[in-house]
């Protein structure tokens, strides 16, 4: 039996003209956010339905999402309400998936901190699990919290389809645990507004099908 957990980044937000970090800083979604949510979505019901009418009966499973959980942002509860939306779900929140804290440089936008945090910035770009935004989480930290919500996730849905949305920086670490990199490796995957992974988990093994998919309206 196959667990198929579908984990997404949250839709663009307002103010994503200017890249920064807004970690905790509680942002809405844009109006182009929620049409990236519902590209998502309708993607996910066709995705599913595909997968259970293949003629393999260790394969076929439940017809729909079971469950659909988010972080507490309200970015993320937005994205995950529209993932919810079509299954008649309401999406369930959990602390331990919200982004990373990224200390002193929050709401602070990337040109800002090359130009008066350049050393620093560097070093966290060049070796983010050996160095962390000036008081913010460091990426063991985050790895240790993030799993273990994760993992109770997946233990109480084992052989249904499932929605966990997140934020780049969760991804990306949920993404290198399930791929085996180190997490030093973390920014050699992207994660852009509105990605879609696919990992489906079976008894012995996992398969991770999809990486920051980005579904056209084509």
């Known amino acids: 039996m196959v667990t198929t957990l579908y984990l997404i980044r949250h839709g663009e937000t ?61 970015r993320a509860v937005r994205s995950a309400e529209i993932i919810a939306e079509p299954h008649g779900l309401i999406p369930v929140i959990i602390t331990e998936i919200r982004e990373r804290n990224f200390g002193i440089w929050e709401g602070m936008a990337f040109t800002e901190i090359k130009e008066k945090y350049p050393t620093e910035f560097e070093s966290w770009t060049n070796n983010p699990l050996k160095y962390s935004p000036i008081g913010g989480e460091s990426t063991l930290a985050i790895k240790e919290r993030v799993m273990e919500g994760l ?64 579904i056209s309206s084509s």
Request: hydrophobic share 40%; glycine share 8%.
């Open 14 to 74: 307002e103010g994503a003209d200017a890249p920064s970090y807004k970690g905790t800083i509680d942002v809405p979604l844009s109006e182009n956010g929620m049409k990236q949510m519902k590209l998502v979505a309708r993607y996910i019901v066709q995705h599913y339905s595909k997968l259970n009418n293949i003629e393999l009966s260790n394969r076929i499973g439940p017809s729909k999402l079971s469950a659909v959980y988010c972080s507490d942002l309200s």
């Open 151 to 214: 993992d109770r996730i997946l233990n109480n849905h084992h052989g249904e389809n499932i929605a966990v949305v997140s934020h780049g920086g969760v991804n990306r670490i949920i993404l290198c645990h399930f791929l085996g990199m180190p997490l030093e490796n973390i920014f050699r995957i992207e994660q852009d507004y509105g990605a879609l992974n696919i990992i489906e988990l079976w008894d012995k093994y996992l398969v991770v099908k999809l990486i920051n998919g980005i």
